[in-house]
């Protein structure tokens, strides 16, 4: 008589991203999901280019989303006592500063794409010695360009503006974390002994976190004025963190944590070196494993930690491109242009764009990320004629995310020697299967689609079923691949087409003279 119900050992996911939160139960060491609740999170724009989320809306998405899952489990003959362990994964460098006493958060939560840290990094900039202002200065030791996007500004520019954070930095009566450190704090105890902790992964993209021994650094903590006392501790990306202490699965483990594009590396099986993939959301995210190895990028790229599966192991590393703006710019085109109703008919409508009449849109609405770092950039649309319609700026704006892919994975292929072989995709925009064809044309190798959509949320199931257990060994899973895209357009007219998207970014960059 087996000691688990109907579907055996199970391993529950916390998957919080940007725009929604969701509960995902596998079946453990599998793909395969057993149920599942999403629910929206609302985001806040009290000026133009600040975004920011409440902390309690994250918290009780998070938590309805576990209760409705484990509720549909039971409906569907499971038992919660079969759930043996609990992952976590969460949009990264989004900053939360709480009272440690009483868990009541000092701030909104900044999030990742926030800019208003922009003159934060201005004057980050005039304390780099020798005057050079020299945005690459702390790289040796994070891996990071100092850029609105980490969290070390975001936190710097709250103890700045915001007197209730100085003055509990000050006086050490609070916490700091990124999304994962809350979520863990508050499931496990909250101000009745939460666990105060963080992932390398997470770490990794603080602009705190030394990326050679993984542990706070005292020169970065000195160059952003940050006192130890409000940092998490340091843990691998797979181990028991702590319990949950309520609800319906009082007292499992969460022994898993990855930052987003992390889990999505995992839960893709990129965990050799050499194998990358890209994930498509309101971003684009590409990471390249490097494996032990952290190769220094010459190109724009950030040296980042990719896993750590258990304290005893050594770190896995990667090479990150991000691309700001991918399927955000299809949700500018609808709310802020009517040119579309909804994101998911952007492929009938490009399709029936006519030869595209070289449009090129470059959507830089607050700076270009990867390789070009320009935070003065902003959006721009070339070659217009009065053929253009709509529908070629709707084609164009579909382009212009494989074009920046093509911009990372160039730089990639340079920093690493290695010219990448194929490219595994997921997120959602990989459903647009004129997305995933341009993507193969405009990079050349074949684009192979995940064939399980859930891939950010696999990589935390996996890395908390393998540290519930010490004795588990760390296996990739069977995945079966989705579609494959292979190239279908010649060198050269690749690289004409490549070579007019260089020329509309040359033209939007310096746009913004603040």
């Known amino acids: 008589m087996s000691e688990y119900g109907i579907f055996g050992p199970l391993v529950g996911s916390i998957d919080e991203g940007t725009s929604s939160a969701r509960f995902i139960i596998f079946k453990a060491n599998s793909c395969e999901v057993v149920t599942s609740y999403q629910k929206e999170l609302s985001q806040h724009f009290p000026q133009e280019g600040w975004v920011e989320q409440d902390p309690y809306e994250i918290l009780e998405v998070v938590t309805t989303c576990i209760l409705k899952a484990v509720e549909n489990l039971v409906d569907l003959g499971g038992r919660p006592e079969d759930v043996i362990a609990i992952g976590v994964t969460n949009q990264r460098e989004t900053t939360i500063v709480w009272d440690k006493a009483t868990g009541r958060p000092l701030h909104n939560a900044i999030v990742?794409?926030?800019?208003?840290?922009?003159?934060?990094?201005?004057?980050?900039?005039?304390?780099?010695?020798?005057?050079?202002?020299?945005?690459?200065?702390?790289?040796?030791?994070?891996?990071?360009?100092?850029s609105p996007y980490f969290s070390a500004v975001k936190l710097r520019w709250l103890s700045d503006n915001v007197n209730a954070v100085?003055?509990?930095?000050?006086?050490?009566t609070c916490y700091f974390g990124t999304v994962d450190t809350w979520i863990i704090w508050n499931l496990t105890g909250?101000?009745?002994?939460?666990?105060?902790?963080?992932?390398?992964?997470?770490?990794?993209?603080?602009?705190l976190m030394n990326i050679e021994n993984l542990e706070w650094d005292p020169l970065l903590l000195k160059f952003f004025e940050v006192p130890k006392s409000v940092l998490?501790?340091?843990?691998?990306?797979?181990?028991?963190?702590?319990?949950?202490?309520?609800?319906?699965?009082?007292?499992?483990?969460?022994?898993?944590?990855?930052?987003?594009?992390?889990?999505?590396?995992?839960?893709?099986?990129c965990l050799q070196k050499g194998q990358a993939k890209a994930t498509y959301g309101t971003g684009c995210f590409v990471l390249y494993n490097t494996g032990d190895i952290r190769v220094n990028s010459s190109r724009g790229l950030l040296t980042t930690v990719?896993?750590?599966?258990?304290?005893?192991?050594?770190?896995?590393?990667?090479?990150?491109?991000?691309?700001?703006?991918?399927?955000?710019?299809?949700?500018?085109?609808?709310?802020?242009?009517?040119?579309?109703?909804?994101?998911?008919?952007?492929?009938?409508?490009a399709e029936t764009a006519t030869d595209n009449g070289s449009v090129v849109f470059v959507p830089a609405f607050s700076?270009?990320?990867?390789?070009?770092?320009?935070?003065?950039?902003?959006?721009?649309?070339?070659?217009?004629?009065?053929?253009?319609?709509?529908?070629?700026?709707?084609?164009?704006?579909?382009?212009a995310v494989c074009y920046q892919v093509r911009d990372i994975l160039d730089a990639m292929n340079e920093d690493c020697g290695i010219p990448l072989q194929l490219l595994k995709v997921d997120g959602g925009m990989t459903s647009n299967n004129l997305v995933m064809q341009m993507q193969a044309d405009l990079i050349g190798i074949n684009v192979i689609k995940a064939g399980f959509t859930e891939s950010?949320?696999?990589?935390?199931?996996?890395?908390?079923?393998?540290?519930?257990?010490?004795?588990?060994?760390?296996?990739?899973?069977?995945?079966?691949?989705?579609?494959?895209?292979?190239?279908?357009?010649s060198d050269d007219e690749r690289d004409m087409r490549y070579k007019q998207w260089k020329m509309a970014v040359d033209r939007s960059l310096g746009w913004d003279q603040n």
């Open 112 to 146: 990742w794409l926030d800019m208003r840290t922009s003159s934060t990094i201005e004057k980050l900039l005039d304390t780099v010695p020798n005057k050079t202002r020299n945005k690459n200065y702390l790289k040796p030791l994070c891996g990071l360009p100092l």
């Open 166 to 172: 100085k003055n509990a930095m000050k006086n050490g």
């Open 190 to 207: 909250g101000p009745n002994g939460g666990k105060h902790v963080t992932d390398v992964t997470n770490a990794s993209r603080t602009m």
């Open 232 to 269: 998490p501790t340091i843990k691998s990306s797979s181990e028991i963190y702590g319990f949950i202490s309520d609800g319906p699965l009082k007292g499992k483990p969460i022994s898993g944590c990855l930052g987003d594009q992390q889990a999505a590396l995992v839960g893709q099986m």
């Open 306 to 349: 990719a896993y750590q599966l258990g304290s005893k192991n050594p770190p896995y590393y990667a090479l990150e491109g991000s691309v700001a703006i991918a399927g955000a710019a299809l949700g500018w085109l609808r709310d802020n242009l009517g040119l579309l109703e909804n994101a998911k008919d952007s492929q009938v409508l």
């Open 367 to 399: 700076g270009l990320y990867a390789p070009y770092w320009r935070q003065d950039a902003r959006g721009v649309i070339c070659g217009i004629t009065e053929d253009t319609n709509s529908n070629h700026i709707i084609k164009a704006a579909l382009e």
């Open 456 to 489: 950010t949320a696999l990589g935390a199931a996996l890395v908390a079923y393998w540290g519930a257990d010490k004795t588990t060994q760390v296996a990739p899973i069977p995945m079966t691949s989705g579609a494959t895209y292979a190239p279908q357009i």
